[in-house]
Nanobody
Framework: QVQLVESGGGLVQTGGSPRLSCAAS????????MAWFRQAPGKEREFVAA????????PYADSVKGRFTISRDNAKNTVYLQMNSLKPEDTAVYYC????????????????????WGQGTQVTVSS
């Protein structure tokens, strides 16, 4: 059974810098793209950042570019999201996602490109 478990969320102040982690089990994602998405109340789930298996490619949503950094440790089957300079509009449930296949630059933005999803971790940014 494949599981993706997010951690590191919680209540943070504006300007805070938490780091989210997503630990995978049941399958290796060393050769697969990984990504973070988020969903705010009343809104659709949206792309935040992705990373190719080689870490060669790391696309970001415009809203987080320059503030968030995605990284991965293939030996630990884990992906991270370092979030800096948080704003109240970053408040959302953050989901980790794992894909399948692709080359060493493959890091798609679409929800449908990912087969495996975590349960999500709430990040609330207080103003």
């Amino acid at each position: 059974q494949v599981q993706l478990v997010e951690s590191g969320g919680g209540l943070v102040q504006t300007g805070g810098s938490p780091r989210l982690s997503c630990a995978a089990s049941g399958r290796t994602f060393s050769w697969s793209p990984m990504a973070w998405f988020r969903q705010a109340p009343g809104k659709e789930r949206e792309f935040v950042a992705a990373i190719s298996w080689s870490s060669h490619n790391t696309p970001y949503a415009d809203s987080v570019k320059g503030r968030f950094t995605i990284s991965r440790d293939n030996a630990k089957n884990t992906v991270y999201l370092q979030m800096n300079s948080l704003k109240p509009e970053d408040t959302a449930v953050y989901y980790c996602a794992g894909g399948s296949g692709g080359g060493n630059w493959y890091s798609p933005r679409g929800l449908n490109e990912y087969d495996y999803w975590g349960q999500g971790t709430q990040v609330t940014v207080s103003s």
